[in-house]
Nanobody, 124 residues
Framework: VQLQASGGGLVQAGGSLRLSCAASGHTFGYSAAGWFRQAPGKEREFVAAIRRSGGTTYYADSVKGRFTISRDNAKNTVDLQMNSLKPEDTGVYYC??????????????????WGQGTQVTVSS
C-alpha cells in the first residue's frame, strides 16, 4: 500500500494550491482519509479528514472555511483544495489512510498508511 502526495509548492499569501494524494496497492474507497501538516520545529497537526463514503468531512479550526477535502474513489485519490493561504500554513503536508475505517479520524495514531509529504511554502 502506497500513498503519493503531490501539488505542493511556493505561493504568495492569499493564493491557492491543490494537493492530491494517490493510492496504489489498495482501494482508497475502503479508507477514511486525512491530511496533516508539520511546520519546522513543530509537531505534526491535523488539517482535514473525510469519511470513506465522502459524505462527511472535518477540519481543524485554523483551516475551516479556507480548505476543502474531497475524494474521487473511482480515481483512488483524495485532494485538498487550499485557498486564502497564509504564511502560517507553511509546512510539509502528509496524506494518510485509515484502512477499512468508517470513522472520521483526527489523530495521527488512528491512521495506518502515510504518504511521503509535499512541501507547501506561503510567502508573506
Amino acid at each position: 500500500v502506497q500513498l503519493q502526495a503531490s501539488g505542493g509548492g511556493l505561493v504568495q499569501a492569499g493564493g491557492s494550491l491543490r494537493l492530491s494524494c494517490a493510492a496504489s496497492g489498495h482501494t482508497f474507497g475502503y479508507s477514511a482519509a486525512g491530511w496533516f501538516r508539520q511546520a519546522p520545529g513543530k509537531e505534526r497537526e491535523f488539517v482535514a479528514a473525510i469519511r470513506r463514503s465522502g459524505g462527511t468531512t472535518y477540519y481543524a479550526d485554523s483551516v475551516k472555511g479556507r480548505f476543502t477535502i474531497s475524494r474521487d474513489n473511482a480515481k483512488n485519490t483524495v485532494d485538498l483544495q487550499m485557498n486564502s493561504l497564509k504564511p502560517e500554513d507553511t509546512g510539509v503536508y502528509y496524506c494518510a489512510a485509515d484502512y477499512f475505517s468508517t470513522k472520521l479520524p483526527t489523530r495521527s495514531y488512528e491512521y495506518d498508511y502515510w504518504g511521503q509529504g509535499t512541501q507547501v511554502t506561503v510567502s508573506s
